[in-house]
């Protein structure tokens, strides 16, 4: 296995320079890379799980792989091993503080779920979407309502001269109004259109 320039830290080329694996001397590996992961050959091996990715196509095992669980006993951020498709969730109840949903900066994502993704139930043979009739009215109202918070930071752009642009680089919702616990509510519900008597509306 090569090593770096302190003959100290191995790490595994994959898929060009620009990406390797690296392993540091806790053992903790982690990515480093900017371009496109390639596999390299001889190899039978994915570059990665759909399950991991943000949104998409995914192939899940049971229904109850697109359920979101908060464990017994759970409080604060909500790490689950039961939960195949997590959003990033912050749980208060039981001290009686607002709760607060997490989202990415495209605003309709929240850890791996997205509004629109597609995931294949293999003990249903069918395909379900993670969807909001009126996802945008919901947060919007949030929003209006002093709930939902969009954080900006300035980005320079290396042109010449060089620009800057105020981007949105995180969204969190709070349930401490009543639109802000209709929006976090839609995140974390559990109901699947026909299962249990569910129906889109439902």
């Not at 060009?16 to 001397?25: A, F, I, W």
């Not at 039961?82 to 503080?97: A, H």
């Amino acid at each position: 296995m090569p090593l770096d320039n302190n003959n100290s830290l191995p790490f595994i080329n994959y898929g060009g320079d620009d990406n390797y694996l690296e392993m540091g001397n806790d053992n903790t590996i982690t990515f480093q890379g900017v371009g496109p992961l390639i596999p390299l050959p001889p190899t039978n091996d994915g570059i990665t799980w759909d399950v991991y990715n943000v949104g998409g196509y995914m192939s899940v095992n049971y229904l109850t792989d697109l359920l979101f669980n908060i464990p017994e006993g759970a409080v604060g951020s909500i790490v689950d091993y039961n939960t195949t498709i997590p959003i990033e969730f912050d749980y208060f109840d039981p001290l009686g503080i607002d709760n607060i949903i997490h989202l990415n900066n495209d605003g309709i994502s929240s850890g791996r779920r997205k509004v629109g993704m597609l995931v294949y139930v293999a003990e249903t043979n069918k395909v379900y979407q993670y969807s909001f009739d009126n996802y945008h009215d919901l947060y919007d109202n949030a929003r209006f309502a002093g709930s939902l918070y969009e954080f900006y930071s300035e980005v320079t752009y290396p042109t010449d001269p060089p620009g800057t642009v105020q981007m949105i680089t995180s969204i969190e919702c709070s349930t401490s109004t009543p639109e802000g616990v209709a929006f976090v509510s839609a995140w974390t519900g559990n109901t699947i259109e026909g299962v249990d008597g569910a129906t889109r509306e439902t």
